[in-house]
């Protein structure tokens, strides 16, 4: 997984911010998992993650209703709820829109 | 380095993602003074940042003035320069709006 390949903006970014709880227990597996389920939703443009201290990814959604329906695909759901049983110590969710972007491709 | 604690939105997110180029050439000292820097500026809220096969920085401002000035400060305009030249094989700067947000602290 490299830099996502989106189009001209806008288009929404959804920012998740997390701090994992000690052990795998399941983590990366289902990790996997969510982003190939993202690939699959309508709308989806890309996505990127990183884990260091923190762990981010970022998914990328033509508009924010599109990020609105991936919330809420039920194995979707299921892994969120799992997130915050055990899989996360705190995150953050931002949802935002994206007016200009640049760089090298 | 944690979750930045930002305020309601909105306010703008600047997503920085990028692939390294090999070795280290100064790398990690100007992304620690960069991160300090920052700190330092006008309308600043937070930073997060994560690298695996690409790094991830995300920069909270208060407003999209505020990330512009950022971009525009001299030292930082300098590091920009050099990690175009030798730090990046490629990057994505993407400038977006928060719209909401939610999540456990």
Redesign the interface.
């Known amino acids: ?4 390949e ?1 189009p001209e ?1 806008p288009y929404t ?1 959804v ?1 998740f ?3 994992r709880t000690d052990g795998d227990d399941g983590y990366a597996q289902m990790a996997l998992r969510m982003e190939e389920l993202a690939c699959e939703q309508p709308g989806y443009l890309g996505i ?9 990814t ?1 998914s990328y959604w033509v508009d ?1 209703e599109a990020a609105r329906a991936w919330k809420a695909v039920a194995e979707h759901r299921g892994a969120q709820r799992l997130g ?1 049983a055990q899989w ?1 110590r ?16």
């Open positions: 997984m490299g830099i996502a989106t903006p970014a920012i911010t997390s701090l990127e993650s990183a884990r260091g201290d923190v762990g981010i970022v924010a915050r996360y705190a995150y953050r969710v931002r949802v935002a829109v994206v007016q200009r972007d640049y760089g090298r491709p």
